[in-house]
């Protein structure tokens, strides 16, 4: 069965400080692979995808992710973090199984500290 | 442009009673689909709709019915509201390639007490 793991479940970063927040995978076949941000009491937004290519991915807000195949990794990466980046992000994965629906991640709470 | 609407905003029920959740879009997007977000176990997918006049059953559908209304809305009814399906619930749509990105509405708060 594809499913995706957020290994932790909150990252603490210094404001300035570079952050990265982890997502590893299992899948049969090619990862197609998302990113999601979630502000307070807001729907999720999408931030950036790995379909094929590249593997260091560019996305909205200045973030950018490393798709890892050896690892079967895919984490999320800002170099220099602001308090405003503090929210809940969620990796997903799409499901070959199910018709191509997503696989969420259980999501990581990222606080950013002045 | 008002993106994916969903109302209401927070709903508490008791045990048993039903209600439904709209959804609308004003983005002219093929597929729908309704999840719920629990805590720690990010978003699992209810029902969806790949286009309109068409509904699939996603991960976890018992207890809810789904209507694709016209290409702009995509409702979800609780029949008879159990207190496991206090959750916030998200609509979501996407253009129809499976690789672009979804768009979601900004949630129902469900209590069922």
Redesign the interface.
Known sequence: AQSVAQPE?QVNVAEGNPLTVKCTYSVSGNP?L?W?VQYP??????LL?Y?TGDNLVKGSYGFEAEFNKSQTSFHLKKPSALVSDSALY?CAV?DMD?????I????TKLIIKP | NAGVTQTPKFQVLKTGQSMTLQCAQDMNHNSMYWYRQDPGMGLRLIYYSASEGTTDKGEVPNGYNVSRLNKREFSLRLESAAPSQTSVYFCASRPGSYNSPLHFGNGTRLTVT
């Open positions: 479940d197609y998302f999601y009491n807001r729907g999720l937004q999408f995808k379909i969620f799409r199910s018709n191509y629906q997503l969420w991640g259980a999501g």
